[in-house]
């Protein structure tokens, strides 16, 4: 069974860090382009960093630049994104995605929702004091 499960939400004070996980099973992860996005309560989904299947290139939104990493485990199937000096602007719900419409290819990836056809449930961030 395919599947994408986020996991490592939760309340942090603003300074603090989170590591998400996106961890994927009935496929091998690393063949595809992997989005990280977020939604925060009465806004649009945006993307906010994502790795690409050809050459692992990394891409960020400009307001988590320095702040966040986006990684690859291929021994766990796994994707994870290092949050830092989280702000409480970053709260929302995270999600990741992929592409499994178009297969195990090398792509590069990007920031917008049109790559992505396969979403993970979330898991949400909460930043306050």
């Known amino acids: 069974q395919v599947q994408l499960v986020e996991s490592g939400g939760d309340l942090v004070q603003p300074g603090g860090s989170l590591r998400l996980s996106c961890a994927a099973s009935?496929?091998?992860?690393?063949?595809?382009?992997i989005g990280w996005f977020r939604q925060a309560p009465g806004k649009e989904r945006e993307g906010v960093s994502c790795i690409s299947s050809s050459d692992d290139r990394t891409y960020y939104t400009d307001s988590v630049k320095g702040r966040f990493t986006i990684s690859r485990d291929d021994a766990k199937n796994t994707v994870y994104l290092q949050m830092n000096s989280l702000k409480p602007e970053d709260t929302a719900v995270y999600y990741c995605?992929?592409?499994?419409?178009?297969?195990?290819?090398?792509?590069?990836?990007?920031?917008?929702?049109?790559?992505?056809?396969?979403w993970g449930q979330g898991t949400q961030v909460t930043v306050s004091s």
């Open positions: 995605a992929t592409h499994l419409a178009l297969g195990a290819v090398p792509i590069s990836c990007g920031l917008g929702r049109s790559l992505y056809d396969y």
């Open positions: 009935g496929f091998t992860l690393d063949y595809y382009a």
